[in-house]
């Protein structure tokens, strides 16, 4: 390609500049062995500029790495992909952010030429941001109203236990209840006596009611009493009462512009309000618009014969010819107009003859033979020149209609319609004259671009748009929108096409239209005037994108979401039944024949089918696929937990190494199957599924992405159920202990009366003195156990030494001297969450080593084995023993004091004895210090 693009000028250089996606030209750099290292800008549109921030004046002719530094850098490498286009031919199309730019663009390049390539892109930015944060409801698409689906979803959306949708008639204002929606246990009671359904039933609204529902979207009623015979039957509402516990009533008023549509009535349950109101109203005025827009299109198909005749005749003059016996035309009449157009007067035209005078000779042999088929009653629509006086030529477009007799058996007159198209010719010209390039430019983009003669009338058009119409781009010239679309669809074109032509300005809108399969497709229309030498508009350029599918992904972007934040807040006995309704939800929205969740057991060796839904038609396998060992499906385990996605277009062309699957899955007619991990953090609890049965389906990378947010959900719903469950397992785990340490507890002081209320004293004030210290939850669980079991060990004691009166001997002592070991053993068999045994073994221990049993010193002793030895110390001193009284609490600390400062090191924690002591003088330990004769402890 040796010139620009842009050098070759014309009406396709002008569609390129008003077309609204940016458009680039490139020449590829190669180094020394032939591979891409940069590229050149040639050429730019207005759109590029806008898009990118980038002049054309600025660009053209740099190099792109130093237009925009980092270029070739990151995960994505431009400057690799665009030079594998230009030199290998391949087309590519994806969706990339541009981090020097900032911004996310839809990108289709392609090479025209070896070196060099094209670039066609959109801005998907703020696209991009909205499918991120959007929790708008879901908009209404063209078709079937389906009432069910409505107020489905309003219940859910309001979080109602019942919900009635009533539609009232704009002519003679009577409700009709369209649709019902109930949960489970009502839906059954109101599914087994048809009586108490009110679908299908039909009344004068209640005036009091419809006053209060006037003044506002929502109006709340107490209970169902107040709307008994009003909105609701009253035995529907007898029968509500007698099944379910039901809360306050909400109405939901359907409006558009100031009308009543109609409106819902949602029975809440006891103590819950409305839920997402502002999401309820929303969806209400969705309601309505798209209850409005069906209205609106009936009212247009009643039109349509008027319609179409008025728009067939609108036209720069006409006229009728009469029709004589003998097969003659006589002018019988020509509008005022004839001689602006055509430059002669209307009565010098008597006859047809006359006419054809004035036409170009070549063109008289044509015209005469489409009046033989509108005398044979066939409708004409024909193309011919005339020349004007002056001796130019103008080209005209003439449609004309036989009127016939039924009493002549002929046609006896003839309308006609004619429409100046000379600038449309001349304009075509010019399009036949632009360049080839350009010409593969337009026709390699996935926009539609077509331009308009005058309102409704095709000139040429690209093959984009020729795909979407089905016809070959050169057979639609001369043709209108109402040969393409149904008379609604063309309507609605015409008053677009009617306003650019008369304000001149270019105009941006969204519109569905079928497509030639009559799939409804929304376009994202963009359409701009093309101006004459004296400022009239003579023709119409339109370029449209195809924003169905992104609008869809949007869509379901927007359930997804309101998935996740439903999943957030669903209690443990409702989440299986809410995963059910979302997998059908789901599964309906992205069009699937089977939805299923797999579960994995706590081990990963066995997983389970939980959840399954299947379409209409598909068979269930949800009892077949139970307690199925992992690694049945080995290659799709594999991919999983490697965080992967698994996309299977064809079942039948699964790579040999996932043979295993391919079985399973053809034994099930699976066609194609869309799988996605399900996971919490780094932690595989499953996957969820999507089999297409009755066709085969590819999946998109994106589709994928939006599944797994949803996958990802249901993840943290599942994990926060099993952390519910193992949080109550450890509740009673804890209660048990708790018990066993109260047991162990009282069976020593039934054995040593003088260590009766010693051991809780000990625990109390021990308790006390960890919270003073700010120790952490679990240590002083484990305080509280050991101390509650610190003299676990004398019931290994006998009866005579512990009920002594007197003074102990020295072998007698060493027998009490040996109850820590004995408790360790007694308690070591016991599986308490913290070192309770080792805790209650170190109990007399002292930190500079004169404690028992073990001698042990300093850091070898436990903080916790600390604490109780001073305060085990401090509840002996101040409790009664037979040999001598309770010693005060100044007397107690005193006695501390003395110990704590014998020989070279402490015997007692520093810290704890503070603590104490704090306690002491804050007056905390009056009803835990107890002096009550018969009590002591060691």
């Not at 190099?63 to 290998?88: C, D, H, I, K, M």
């Not at 009533?166 to 109930?182: H, L, Y």
């Amino acid at each position: 390609m040796d010139e620009s693009v842009a050098e070759q000028g014309g009406f396709l250089r002008e569609a390129i500049e008003q077309a609204p996606m940016g458009y680039a030209y490139h020449e590829v750099i190669l180094d020394d062995y032939g591979n891409p290292i940069d590229y050149v800008f040639l050429d730019v549109n207005s759109s590029f500029e806008e898009m990118t921030g980038l002049t054309g004046e600025r660009i053209i002719g740099e190099r792109a790495t130093e237009v925009l530094p980092g270029l070739e850098s990151g995960e994505f490498n431009w400057v690799q992909e665009y030079g594998e286009v230009a030199l290998t031919g391949k087309g590519k199309e994806f969706q990339q952010y541009s981090k020097p730019l900032d911004r996310w663009y839809n990108v289709k390049a392609y090479s025209p030429q070896k070196k060099y390539f094209v670039t066609y892109f959109t801005d998907i930015t703020e696209e991009m941001k909205v499918a991120r944060s959007s929790q708008e409801l879901l908009q209404g698409t063209p078709g079937e109203i389906n009432h069910n689906r409505i107020v489905q979803r309003v219940r859910s959306i309001a979080g109602g236990v019942f919900a009635s949708f009533d539609v009232r008639d704009s002519k003679t204002g009577k409700i009709t209840t369209v649709a019902t929606s109930a949960a489970d246990e009502l839906s059954q009671v109101l599914g087994s006596a048809e009586d108490l359904s009110p679908v299908g039933r039909t009344w004068d609204p209640d005036s009091d009611c419809e006053e209060r529902i006037s003044a506002a979207t929502i109006s709340v009623f107490n209970g169902l009493d107040e709307l008994a015979g009003r909105t609701l039957p009253a035995k529907l509402c007898e029968a509500m009462k007698e099944c379910i516990e039901a809360g306050n009533t909400a109405v939901i008023k359907v409006a558009r512009e100031g009308e009543m549509i109609g409106r819902f009535t949602v029975v809440m349950p006891p103590g819950v309000s409305l839920e997402n109101r502002g999401l309820v109203k929303v969806y209400s005025q969705q309601v309505a618009s798209f209850l409005a827009r069906v209205r609106a299109e009936r009212e247009l198909r009643e039109q349509e014969k008027h319609h179409r005749i008025i728009s067939d005749l609108s036209s720069d003059y006409f006229y009728s010819l009469e029709v004589l016996p003998s097969g003659k035309l006589n002018v019988d009449w020509i509008s005022g107009s004839f001689e602006r157009v055509t430059s002669y007067p209307p009565e010098e035209i008597r006859n047809f003859d006359q006419w054809l005078t004035h036409f170009h000779s070549d063109d008289v042999p044509m015209t005469e033979g489409e009046l033989a088929r509108l005398m044979n009653n066939n409708p004409v629509k024909t193309k011919y020149r005339i020349i004007t006086k002056a001796g130019g030529v103008r080209w005209f477009r003439d449609r004309l209609r036989p009127e016939w007799s039924e009493r002549e058996e002929r046609v006896v007159r003839v309308y006609g319609a004619v429409r100046d198209i000379t600038e449309r010719v001349e304009a075509e010209k010019e399009i036949q004259e632009l360049s080839e390039q350009q010409r593969i430019c337009l026709d390699n983009i996935d926009v539609q671009i077509w331009y308009l003669t005058d309102e409704e009338t095709y000139g040429k058009i690209n093959e984009a748009h020729a795909n979407f119409l089905g016809v070959d781009k050169d057979e639609a010239e001369g043709k209108t929108v109402f040969d393409m679309f149904d008379a609604e669809e063309a309507r609605s074109c015409i008053e677009g096409n009617k306003k650019v032509f008369r304000d001149k300005e270019k105009l941006t809108r969204e519109v569905w239209l079928e497509n030639a399969d009559g799939v409804p497709r929304l376009l994202a229309l963009s359409q701009a005037p093309k101006l004459d030498e004296n400022g009239g508009v003579s023709s119409l350029i339109s370029a449209a994108r195809d924003i169905t599918e992104f609008r869809r992904k949007k869509n379901l972007r927007k359930l997804i979401n309101i998935f996740s934040n439903e999943l957030i807040g669903v209690k443990e006995d409702k989440l299986d039944l809410t995963i059910d309704g979302m997998l059908e939800e789901v599964g309906e929205f992205v069009d699937a024949d089977r939805v299923y969740l797999f579960q994995f057991s706590d081990d990963g060796e066995t997983m389970d089918n939980t959840h399954e839904w299947c379409n209409e038609g598909i068979e269930p396998e949800k009892e077949n696929l139970q307690n199925l060992p992992s690694d049945i499906f080995p290659w799709w385990i594999e991919k999983l937990r490697d965080h992967e996605n698994i996309l299977i277009p064809l079942v039948s062309e699964l790579p040999p190494r996932a043979e295993e699957e391919k079985k399973i899955l053809e034994s099930q007619g699976i066609q194609s199957v869309l799988v996605v991990p399900v996971y919490k953090g780094n932690r595989l609890l499953g996957f969820v599924g999507f089999d297409q049965v009755k066709k085969q389906r590819d999946w998109s990378h994106e589709l994928a992405s939006l599944l797994r947010i949803f996958a990802t959900a249901i993840g943290n719903a599942l994990a926060r159920k099993r952390e519910e469950k193992l949080e109550s397992n450890i509740q009673q785990l804890e209660d048990t202990i708790a018990g066993i340490t109260q047991a162990l507890s009282a069976t020593v002081e039934l054995r040593d009366s003088y260590t009766a209320g010693h051991q809780r004293n000990v625990a109390d004030i021990s308790l006390a003195i960890a919270d003073k210290l700010g120790t952490s939850a679990d240590m002083k669980r484990d305080i509280k156990t050991a101390a509650m079991l610190h003299d676990i060990g004398k019931i290994s004691t006998p009866p005579a030494i512990l009920n002594e009166t007197g003074e102990l001997g020295e072998n007698e002592f060493e027998i009490i001297r040996r109850h820590p070991k004995d408790g360790y053993e007694i308690l070591s068999d016991i599986n308490f969450p913290g070192p309770v045994p080792e805790i209650v073994y170190q109990h007399h221990e002292r930190l500079d080593g004169s404690g028992y049993p073990r001698g042990l010193e300093g850091d070898d002793i436990l903080k916790e084995a600390r604490a109780i030895a001073v305060v085990d110390a401090f509840e002996a001193m101040t409790s009664h023993r037979p040999y001598r009284p309770a010693l005060s609490v100044e007397e107690a600390i005193e006695e501390l004091d003395k110990e704590q400062n014998k020989g070279p090191g402490v015997k007692y924690d520093p810290e704890v004895l503070a603590a104490l002591k704090e306690l002491i003088a804050e007056e905390k330990l009056t009803e835990k210090v107890e002096v009550n004769e018969g009590q002591s402890g060691s």
